[in-house]
Structures are given as C-alpha cells and as structure tokens.
C-alpha cells in the first residue's frame, strides 16, 4: 500500500540476472515432531535452559509446515524469479541414514511443484545447520568422518527425489557457523567447545560437501540444475598495515579452511602451522582432499559486515585456549568496532560498498566460476501500524539497506564480476539461531503470536526490483517529516 515511496531506479540487471529470497528449515517450518520427523541438533540445543535468547524453539516458529499454499501465494506476489530453501534432513531421514520418510519428501515435493507452477525456481540446500540428532548421538556429528557419508547417502535419496525440478543445488550453508560456531565457541548446535573438535568438523564438513555434489551429479536429471555451495566468505580488513598478519591469520581459519579444500583442493600451509598447537590434522586421510574438490558451476557467498581485524594488542604467545571461542587462535585477533559506521539491529556495521569489493575480488580470485549472493538482508526493529484499515510495516531502513547492496551488487557486475544472482534474506520474519524471536529480518512480518504475514515495504520494493530488474528507489511521500528520512536514506544512490 506504500508503492509510492518507491520509484524505479536506472540500474538495470541483465534478464539473465536471477532475483529471489532465502529462509532455512528450522528458521520457519515448525511442525516439529509433525509428519515423521525426528529432532535435529537445534531442537536438542533450543530446548536446553539458557542456550537461546528466552528459552525460544523452532517448534513454530513461522509454521510454514502449515502454511505453505499461503506462502507460495506471497512468493508469487512478489514475482520472484527463485526461491532458497533448505531441506530438514530429519524429516526426509528422521535417523540421518537408512529408511527415508514418505511424508518428508511429499512435504518437499509439494513445495517444489507449488514453486514451478508459479514460474519460480527452487533453490535448495541441503543442510542448514539442523544435523540430525540421531547422529550426533551416534558418530558425535560431525566430529565424525562417518556423518560425511550419511550425508552423501542423504544427497542421493534428495538427489533421486527432486532432481528432476530444483534448479539450484547448494550442499552447505555457511559450513563456518556449522563447524566453529557448533563444536567450538558453544554459541550454536550441538553446543561443542573445543577447537580440536571444530577443526574436526570443518574437514568432514569438507569432505561431506565432495562426496554430496559426486552424489547429486549421480542422480539429478534436469539438465540445467547448476551445483554450488553457500559461504559465509568474511570480508576481511586490516586496520593498519601491522595487523595484516593477524588478518590473514582470521582469513585462514574462516574463510579458506574452506575454500582451500573446496576450490582448490589444498589446506593452506599457514593454516595448518597456525592450528597447529590445536591438532595435528590426522583425522585428513588419503585422497579427502580430491574428494572435497569437485567441479562447481555457481559458487554462493553470504554477505552482512565487513570484518575489521587488528592484532591483539595484549596477546600473551601460549595463552591460547582450546576452545570455547569462534576460532582457533582468536586471542590473537582482535574485531575493531568501526565507530563511523551505521549499524544494524544485530550490530553489524553497514558496508554496501564492502560487498562491491568483495564480489570483484572473489571473481578475480576465482575467474572461471559464477558467484550468487545467496543471501544478503538485515535486521531492525520493525512496527506493525494501521493504516486506512489494513496493517503495514513501514520499513525504511531495511528497504534503504537492500537497496544499497543491491545497488553495490550491480556496481560490482559492472566492473566485470562474474556475479549472477541477488536473493535477499529473509523472505519471513523467522526464529534467528541462538538469538530467538527478537531479531527480525523478514521482509514478511510474522505476528508469532497469530502468525499473520504483513508484507513490509521492503517486500514491496522486492517486488519492484523483480519486476523492472532494475534497483528501486526511496521516492517522495508527500509527508515533510517522512521525506526527511527518504533524503537521509537514499542520500548515496
């Protein structure tokens, strides 16, 4: 009801260009222990007293188990090109191996087939951080190599199931959250706290993600179905010139403990002598790094912040802990909180040109392989009014934050970055990790109480980008005070 706060723009992408939103699993489905489904790591972890801002669970968290026909109506309405998602593993596997759940795949199914006939690609991932408990139990996740083969098993029975419609295939989503974030700071599922462990599982997540994509290449039908994986690659700075080894030393243990195996079949050397004091990197065996490096055709990148590095100025050499931080090593580093910076609700400082440089720097790093930013999007506080009768968000500040990095995207394609997709995150207000229910990225709101969706303004600039395929624009309002914040907001487009 607010389309005349926003006016097209003259940024144009390609009709080849693809515009869409994400969401994850266990950030909106619920229906928890609905249709065979069994628990994941995240409903262990959310059920257990003071890991989550007020005891807060996915058990319905958005109910889109339920909702789906509702959401695939507000999907279409948006007239996006693709939608993201990813598949609970425990509800196709509710053990993570062995007999496969009808029920979870027809849920699948009928959302995949709903995408199709509304003209919108599926995009899948195959794990979003809910690893089946059962195996957690069983190999100590993925701590354990024998998880990376469950999760080769579990590509092949998705790979055989949906091959033949999804357009997009990623294996993993931001495994550095999965492995360092789950098995070494403690701050998400299992809860794990040792760096050793961390390493463990950055390896098998690694080695998981060769043997899914051999799986999927085994299975899948529809010829034109791309392979990818999604990554958290951090934009890295160094504050000075004298903390450019403490950067390359976050750079090492974030960023290319992946790309390394992934992209470049190798672990770097000074990534190993870095971690060195945590393990001894014996749980590599013969021939994992083939494994792990396996052609792609679309590689994902997640961007929020810019991370601004300095060295330590009180590290202690040997005072390193073995665990129970976000990475091996961190007592070394140290995150400069730029104060120049305008910062999100979670935050975050607010770099739309720190995107540009990232996706002209990875396309220069790695030239001949296509780069989707699978997801970008924010959180502020969000206020439900009433206007003329019907309930709005009147969202300024994230529709101005989509618009800058969508703008910085298209400035990065311009100067010859391969880069071929935007989506935004989040298509729904959802339930954010450890963070619960207060944080809000959605540009759906979710009345968690009734679940009621109120699309936001920045749904309807969504729509706008989607249907000109150029990036929108704040406009004027008519109100003084109003156009005062457009000005401000839309001051550097």
Known sequence: MHDHLIRNGTLAFPPTFTLGAATAAYQIEG????GGRAASIWDTFSHTPGKTAGGATGDVAA????????????????????????????????????DVNPAGIEFYSTLIDGLLSRGIDPVVTLNHWDLPQALEDKYGGWRGRETAYAFEKYAEVVGAAFGDRVAIWSTHNEPWNNSF???????????????????????????????????????????????SVALNIFRVQAQT???????????????????GPMLRGEYD????????????????????????????????????????????????PGSETAGGTAFPG??????????????????????????????????AQF?????????????????????DGTRTVLDLDRTSYLADHAA???????????????????LLDNFEWAAGYGPRFGIIHVDYETLERTPKLSAQWLTRLCSTRTVPVLSSSGSPELDAQLATTSADR
């Open 181 to 227: 974030s789950g098995y070494g700071s403690g701050a998400f599922a299992p809860g794990g706290t040792s760096h050793e462990d961390a390493l463990k599982a950055a390896h098998h997540l690694n080695l998981s993600h060769g043997l899914a994509v051999q799986a999927l290449r085994r299975t899948i039908t529809r010829p034109d179905a791309r392979l």
């Open 408 to 426: 910085a995207t298209h400035r990065a394609l311009s100067r010859g970055a391969n880069v071929v997709g935007y989506l935004v995150w989040s």
């Open 31 to 34: 229906g928890a222990t609905e």
């Open 330 to 363: 961190s007592e070394q580093v140290e995150f400069v909180r730029r104060g120049d910076l305008a910062r999100t609700g979670m935050d975050w400082g607010i770099e739309p040109q720190g995107l540009e440089e990232h996706l002209v720097a990875l396309s």
């Open 63 to 98: 109910d889109h188990y339920h909702r789906v026909t509702e959401d695939l109506g507000l999907m279409e309405a948006l007239g996006l090109d693709a939608y993201r998602f990813s598949i609970s593993w425990s509800r196709v596997m509710p053990l993570g191996e062995g």
């Open 367 to 387: 030239p001949d392989l296509p780069i989707m930013v699978m997801e970008n999007g924010t959180a502020f506080p969000d206020e439900v009014v009433v206007v």
């Open 269 to 316: 050397a000074d990534l190993l002598e870095d971690t060195r004091m945590f393990t001894d990197w014996a749980f590599v065996e013969a021939g994992d790094l083939e494994v792990a490096h396996q052609p792609l055709d679309l590689l994902g990148v997640n961007y929020y912040e810019v991370m601004h590095i300095r060295q330590a100025p009180g590290f202690v």
């Open 241 to 259: 010139p004298a903390d450019e080894d403490a950067a390359r030393r976050f750079d090492a243990v974030a960023n290319r403990v992946f790309t």
